[in-house]
């Protein structure tokens, strides 16, 4: 499984569309694979859940991120998990022994104006997307349980 982090140095960022990089990893089993940090090409609205989907990306974890945001993740087949802080490996550990848990959004609407990477209005693939959602589709509902960690955990014997 591909998973990315919301980057910003060594830490989680608190923004995901503007943060400055993301970590990828991937997992096979309870194990790391692979680590790699990539830029964050831009903050497009419906763009990252397009450029991280190709990659594939199974999971996103953000210390914060807007309900369009998420549903355009949902809509890709991108689980997210927010409510995240703390130090890059320190994250990377829980998930890989099934212990990473979200919370609330650590970021509010209008909140990372200013912050990271800019945001604007873009056409991804013929499609228009204008204040964080495809024109004529409405927000997709939060998804709670976040089955990339869950897979990770180990059981008891």
């Given amino acids: 499984m591909k998973i990315a982090i919301s980057t910003e140095g060594e830490l989680v960022s608190a923004h995901f569309g503007r943060c400055p990089s993301f970590t990828t990893l991937e997992i096979e089993g309870n ?81 990372g104006r200013g912050y990271g990477v800019e945001r604007t209005d873009a056409t991804i693939k013929g499609k228009e997307y204008k204040g964080g959602r495809e024109h004529g589709k409405e927000d997709a509902k939060e998804q709670n349980n976040h089955d990339c960690v869950k897979n990770n955990k180990q059981e008891d014997v």
Wanted: hydrophobic share 35%.
């Fill in 31 to 111: 194990k790391l694979v692979k680590k790699e940090v990539i830029d964050n090409p831009g903050h497009h609205p419906g763009f990252l859940p397009e450029f991280l989907k190709e990659r594939g990306i199974k999971c996103i974890i953000a210390g914060g991120m807007g309900q369009r945001a998420q549903g355009l993740f949902t809509e890709a087949g991108i689980e997210t998990i927010v409510g995240i802080e703390g130090e890059i490996d320190g994250v990377i550990k829980k998930v890989l022994d099934g212990t990473l848990e979200g919370g609330e959004s650590l970021c509010n609407p209008g909140v």
